[in-house]
């Protein structure tokens, strides 16, 4: 297959071919030949990847009785956003409830095909997160523990050791020793809807911490200007930060702070989406939360000013990205795809448009007016899977 499109960086139209699902070759644009997808004025960048996805399309990773096929359909309305590769997320529930969302998602993986392509290991927010209100976020207060390692490992088998990002609270005493087992067996552990002090977020980190998850969000309304537990993971370079850039969780000049001071380097754009992302407004009801969407895509838990996940897009989120921090179009991309892969360490496998990369590709047009970027068609694996046209 042919692929004629543009890179970001230095506009000149390329022809890609790829074979066997692999970028095999790159040169200039020869226009004596057809090509299969793009053209002259579309972009090419690697497929994004979502580490923070909870649902879409009234699907619900954390539904108990989430089945295959609904696995696979997120997994195909994601490719209209740009999505090839993701984590689906399960968050705070009973153990018991926890074990069956796992079991859904590993039985999907075997089942599903196109779910198998982008599965790149499960993320577990919770339960061993903070029980206060603000940074226990939308999480239920009743299944909020301290971290369990025994525990953990029930999950874990019952994941087929693909809990691959967990995200808990080091406010917890337990966390330390937790930490340093989780990490020895390769998980990403994440900082996020913690209350720990700032000495508490060095240990962390010193533990073996990765990452802050969806930094700014899941947090008290009003804390202490300086120190907090904000400024500390900013300002820790050992740590990736993970942002919900939909105009709501932050607003564009945290935005913009953000991600200059953590850098582009360590930033990753995540959704978050909830199952009422690609829905209508409305109420919705996930598990025994009520949830609501506005017009303005603001998805909070009605009657408090507290968010309850996004209905966040991806592309959004990178022409957000550019808008609220004055990033290049190119570092908002790589926010969104290779740093994602390089924190995962599936780097060598996707994540960037190289030869011998997996052919993972978003092909897009962007106007620099709107700073909106619209999906084109969406390649997974060396098959295009999203078309625009095909669908209008
Ligand atoms: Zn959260």
Known sequence: MRIRAKRTENHSPADWLITGGWLNQVHPADISQKFDCGG????LAAGFIDLQING?????FNDAGTTTE???????????TGVTAYCPTVITE????????LTNVIRAADESPEFALAFTGIHLEGPFISAEDGPRGAHPRQHVRPPDWEQFERWQDTARGQIRI???SPEWPESFDFIERASATGVIVAIGHTAANPARIADAVRAGAKMSTHLGNGSHAKIDRHPNYIWEQLANDE????????GHHLPPSVVKCFLRGKGIARSILVTDAIAAAGCAPG???????????TEAGRVCLPGTPYLAGSALEMHDAIGKTVAYSGAALEDALRMASANPAKLLGLDDKFGTIEVGRRADLVLFEWDEQAMAL?????????????RRNNDE
């Open 40 to 43: 002259e004025n579309v972009f």
């Open 56 to 60: 879409y399309g009234g699907i619900d």
């Open 70 to 80: 609904q696995i696979s359909a997120v997994t195909r309305a994601l490719w209209r």
């Open 94 to 101: 009973s153990p018991d409830h926890i074990s069956r969302c």
């Open 166 to 168: 967990l995200t808990l």
């Open 239 to 246: 740590l990736w930060a993970s942002f919900i850039v939909d």
């Open 283 to 293: 109420k919705y009801k996930l598990g025994n939360v009520e949830v609501e969407v």
């Open 374 to 386: 619209s999906v084109v068609a969406t390649i997974v694996n060396g098959e295009i899977v999203y």
